[in-house]
């Protein structure tokens, strides 16, 4: 079996002894050129880039993503131009795997099938879906492993362990641990320590499975996460470009500063 | 098409993943997912629960002041010269509107989960209202969402917010409605799931909100199916039932006890909101064939662009300026059950100003709407048909767009 882009790059960061960087960026913030642009520097350091498709109506999402989505929203951003920008993107990137990220709506509208289809094309490696939760996603993640396209599972600190146990029998080669009780981008309310431990409760059920955590990872505490596969962050990146715009500077620029830093933290 | 099922209640109609037909479900994020399966069971067990039916029905009688009345509008009927015009008056259950039986049923429901705190959205006001009066009531802390464009057009409901001692957070997110009041309310409960309970003010969200909602509104039928019995020794061979359609908490309370009946016996009528004559805005996805998508949990007919984006609506009545509405009336319209159609602001208020000339009865802008389907139909129809409009809240709230639209307000 050919092993995906997604192991591929988890296994490239486990020989180097450090965990997979993961970006989250939205799509057309603050334009369709620029968020390009941004995605072609930060790849630079980043092991995953997350590609949000923005929904005006998020009901997980914490300010500094909102303000991004309905940024890029004004702007104009439609789902070609997003499937456009990632096709662009890999290829330049052949290798780097891409996640889009979302809400179940926007798939729906687009239909099912056609996208998941338009995703190959393109060649998106994964898809998460935050408002399609197990088992709802059952039949969508299995289109998409047919197509060999990773449907992401997600699991939260309410998630009770039989759950868990049946989430990742269903999940594929990567699962995200929600961090706290939170919309993305909240203040770290947890002690790492605390996250960390149920982080190593989850990867005691199934040691193979790539296992990162997002919402509430900054620069700022990053660094007490080098045990975990894989971090991600979003919101903080976001909120650079929002001040970058503000205060007419180049986000591109900015934001590609923060995430080599965020790479050096993880070393 | 989906047809309804005799003898067990519409809301327990869904399927094991919460669907009514293709209607509902549960589009959460995984954090909920445990708070909505804890709250299932409790409700589950609660409703089966002698003691908590007692006490609902306690609540219910001396608080809320149950059974609010059924008269006969006599002066509209005379005026119109048609079909006979009823209303049961539920803007005279306490706070002024049908909102206070879900606040006061999710009041319940939370002190028995042992939750210190609620939460809540809101748009006309009544739902934050009635559930600040219900928390004060019932001892627990409570945090209502309103966009900040309602909480400037519905100024009484947000005094009486606030002497309840709720807070109000303003909402300032995309249009700065109802939509965004409920979005930004689920967004806090996936942070507070653990200490926090949230009543979804309408038949919307995910699928144990719009059960809990419909079980709890469901009141107002009850009361209205024995108050026809009293009145005319059974249930009218023509009766239409005529409510407005927002999220759809109240019509569908209206219609419960009625659902059994042949439509040709007991018709129901939505009214949504058509939004201003001139504008190409409205808040009514059933009447104008809006398509199916994915609001706030729940697979619904909403207003949204092909891309999937929510489209922002235009309503007078902040209480009907939603997007969605709730798959109880998406499955109702798909099994012809009931009927929908909409009101123009113009007409909701031209429907108040001869409602209020005619009868001592001061129907909000909400009720105003369907008030205005009955004045248009009523005319052609014969003198042994009954009509019912639910008058299901005060307009007490509207004051200044009342004042504002019409020179005065009563």
């Known amino acids: 079996m050919i092993s995906s882009q997604i192991n591929l790059a988890f296994n490239k960061c486990k020989k180097e002894k450090r965990p997979a960087l993961l970006t989250y960026t939205v799509a057309g913030d603050n334009t369709k050129k620029k968020s390009l642009e941004i995605l072609n520097s930060i790849s630079n350091h980043a092991d995953i880039c997350e590609i949000g498709f923005p929904h005006n109506t998020p009901i997980a999402d914490g300010g500094q993503i909102q303000t991004s989505s309905y940024r890029a929203i004004k702007n104009g951003i439609k789902m070609k131009d997003i499937f456009q920008i990632v096709k662009t993107f890999k290829k330049n990137k052949k290798t780097k795997p891409v996640i889009l990220m979302g809400y179940y709506n926007m798939i729906f509208q687009y239909g099912e099938n056609k996208f998941i289809k338009k995703c190959k094309q393109v060649g998106v490696n994964g898809i998460i879906v935050v408002d399609l939760p197990w088992p709802e996603n059952k039949l969508f993640a299995k289109k998409c492993k047919k197509n060999s396209i990773n449907f992401i599972q997600l699991l939260s600190p309410t998630t009770s362990k039989p759950r868990m146990k049946k989430i990742i029998r269903d999940s594929h080669d990567m699962i995200y641990l929600i961090s706290m009780l939170s919309t993305t981008g909240g203040k770290l309310k947890v002690s790492p320590k605390k996250i960390l431990e149920n982080y190593n409760k989850i990867k005691k059920i199934n040691k193979s499975k790539n296992l990162v955590i997002g919402f509430g990872i900054t620069s700022k505490n990053i660094s007490s996460f080098k045990k975990a596969d894989g971090c991600v962050v979003g919101s903080e990146i976001c909120k650079k470009i929002s001040n970058s715009i503000e205060k007419r500077q180049n986000p591109v620029k900015n934001v590609n500063y923060m995430v080599k830093n965020l790479r050096r933290k993880l070393l | ?410």
Not at chain 2, 187 to 211: A, E, L, Q
């Open chain 2, 1 to 410: 098409m989906k047809k309804i099922k005799k003898g067990i209640p519409l809301i327990d109609q869904h399927n094991k993943n919460g669907f009514w037909g293709k209607f509902g479900g549960n589009f959460i994020p995984e954090t909920l997912k445990k708070p909505v399966e804890d709250l299932t069971i409790l409700f589950k067990k609660l409703r089966n629960d002698k003691k908590f039916i007692q006490e609902r029905d306690y609540y219910f009688e001396n608080w809320v002041g149950a059974p609010t009345s059924f008269i006969k509008l006599e002066n509209l009927t005379n005026y119109l010269n048609g079909a006979q015009i009823w209303t049961k008056v539920v803007s005279e259950a306490n706070g002024g509107a049908h909102k206070i039986y879900n606040a006061t049923v999710h009041s319940l429901i939370a002190k028995r989960a042992g939750k210190k705190y609620i939460v809540g959205d809101t748009g006309a006001g009544y739902a934050g209202k009635m559930l600040s009066m219900a928390a004060k009531k019932f001892g627990l802390k409570c945090k209502i969402f309103m966009g900040a464009k309602d909480i400037k057009r519905q100024k009484p409901n947000c005094d009486a917010m606030r002497a309840n001692g709720a807070e109000i957070v303003p909402v300032y997110t995309g249009s700065q409605t109802l939509v965004d009041a409920v979005s930004e309310c689920m967004r806090y409960w996936v942070s507070n799931c653990d200490t926090t309970h949230m009543c979804v003010g309408s038949t919307v969200g995910p699928n144990i909100f719009v059960k809990i909602c419909g079980w709890s509104t469901s009141q107002i039928s009850k009361e209205l199916f024995i108050q026809m019995q009293e009145e005319f020794g059974k249930i009218p061979k023509k009766l239409i039932l005529i409510n407005c359609v927002g999220g759809g908490s109240s019509s569908f309370g209206f219609w419960n006890e009625f659902m059994h009946y042949d439509k040709k016996q007991v018709m129901f009528i939505g009214v949504e909101a058509g939004g201003p004559k001139k504008s190409k805005r409205h808040a009514a996805p059933l009447t104008y064939g809006s398509k199916i998508g994915i609001l706030h949990g729940a697979a619904q007919y909403v207003n949204q662009n092909t891309e999937g984006q929510i489209e922002e609506t235009e309503s007078i009545s902040a209480g009907l300026d939603y997007p969605g509405v709730s798959p109880l009336h998406c499955f109702l319209k798909d099994a012809k059950r009931a009927k929908y159609t909409a009101a123009s602001d113009e007409e909701a208020l031209s429907a108040y100003q001869l409602v209020t000339k005619l009868e001592n009865l001061n129907p909000s802008l909400e009720p105003s709407h369907a008030f205005a389907e009955a004045i248009k139909i009523a005319p052609k129809l014969s003198k042994d048909t009954i009509i019912c409009v639910n008058s299901c809240g005060d307009a007490l709230k509207d004051r200044d767009i009342l004042r504002q639209k019409l020179g005065k307000y009563k």
